[in-house]
């Protein structure tokens, strides 16, 4: 069978990525998130290709990391702030997940459980994105309860930035000072709170464990790292043109005919629309490659087409391979013509879309 919309993945791009964390952060330990399927990049093989290279993984729903301890017997997998209970907690147990603990009320119910066997704990402060986490008194209370409760083997102590994407220290320098003195006025516990966009622009909020994202799917939030450091895509969307059309001056394309050719044009009808994962609100102009060259949305994506204007490049035909983003266009420029971000593009690329993997990882 012969895939028109599919997705490919590139296990030494994943790996080279891994590097540039490694690089950048040389002294912490590295927690991989694989959150949403591995921002869609598929749990399961990220943590295959990532095995061994980092210290441990992170899920955000308990379903995930049951998913991921099925292929990864002996990881270190943390389950992310979520909502818990006496069940969740005995399966984190049983599991041997390391579990947030992001209010006072579940540091309570966790520090009166009887457990199987004790869990790691990651308690998580507040520090300035008011999501989860809890303030200073309570993480406080919290920590000093945990400390000696039989059901916690460890305790770390995380924060999340709201603003390690701006290039501008000050805040972000901040979040991490109450960070680290409500840590240390409790003793020592390993810190944790640099995400990709910290880890390379704010190298002194790396502490114990440095948490990536998005960098090591190949995007850099913050736009700043130098040409030598480069980030590598490592899913591919790629789709093919299943027809081809001369439109005359005046005729317009797709629904509502929103894109209006101005001169005589040739559009390429491509197997790939919302229904895909492809954003609908992407307007004309928006850019896929096509033989290597750049050619721009013209019309309103459908649920299983989209229409570009290929009048500029030569030979386009019926079979051709285009790339919706990829090597030869970042996810983040797509994103960005489309008021999203590249996280969003990865994670709902629908089920329909074939994903192919390299043989041998
Ligand atoms: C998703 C997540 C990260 C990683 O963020 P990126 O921007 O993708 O690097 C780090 N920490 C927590 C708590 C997260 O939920």
Not at 54 to 73: N, Y
Not at 157 to 181: I, P, V, W, Y
């Amino acid at each position: 069978m012969h895939n028109t919309t599919w997705l490919e993945f590139d296990a030494a791009a994943l790996q080279h990525n891994l590097a540039q964390v490694r690089a950048l952060a040389p002294q912490s330990a590295i927690l991989a998130m694989l959150k949403a399927d591995g921002y869609g990049h598929g749990a399961d093989w990220v943590a295959e290709v990532l095995a061994g290279r980092v210290q441990g993984f992170g899920a955000a729903r308990i379903e995930e990391a049951i998913a991921l301890r099925r292929s990864q017997a002996d990881a270190r997998i943390l389950l992310l702030g979520t909502l818990l209970d006496a069940e969740i907690l005995h399966i984190c147990s049983t599991q041997r997940f390391d579990v947030v603990i992001h209010r006072l009320e579940d540091a309570e119910l966790l520090a009166a459980l009887p457990l199987p066997a004790p869990v790691r704990v990651w308690l998580k402060l507040n520090i300035g994105m008011n999501r989860l986490g809890m303030h200073p008194v309570d993480f406080s209370a919290a920590h000093r309860l945990l400390n000696l409760a039989p059901s916690v083997a460890s305790i770390t102590h995380m924060g999340h930035f709201s603003d390690a994407d701006n290039l501008n220290e000050n805040t972000t320098r901040e979040q991490c000072k109450l960070l680290t003195t409500t840590s240390a006025s409790l003793g020592e516990a390993p810190l944790s709170a640099a995400n990709s966009a910290a880890i390379i622009a704010h190298p002194q909020s790396h502490l114990d464990w440095v948490r990536p994202g998005i960098m090591l799917y190949g995007d850099d939030p913050t736009g700043s790292l130098p040409d030598a450091q480069k980030l590598q895509a490592v899913m591919q969307f790629k789709s093919r043109v299943i027809a081809v059309k001369e439109v005359v001056t005046g005729d317009g394309v797709g629904y509502n005919r929103r894109w209006r050719a101005n001169q005589p044009c040739r559009i390429a009808t491509v197997a790939a629309g919302y229904a895909d994962g492809y954003p609908r609100n992407a307007p004309d102009g928006t850019p896929v490659v096509v033989r290597g060259q750049r050619a721009r949305l013209a019309g309103r994506v459908s649920m299983d087409l989209l229409t570009i204007d290929v009048s500029d490049i030569d030979g386009v035909r019926v079979g051709d391979e285009v790339e919706l983003w990829g090597n030869q266009l970042s996810a983040s420029e797509v994103a960005e013509h489309c008021e999203t971000i590249s996280y969003e593009l990865f994670t709902r690329v629908t089920r329909r879309v074939a994903r192919c993997y390299p043989k041998g990882l």
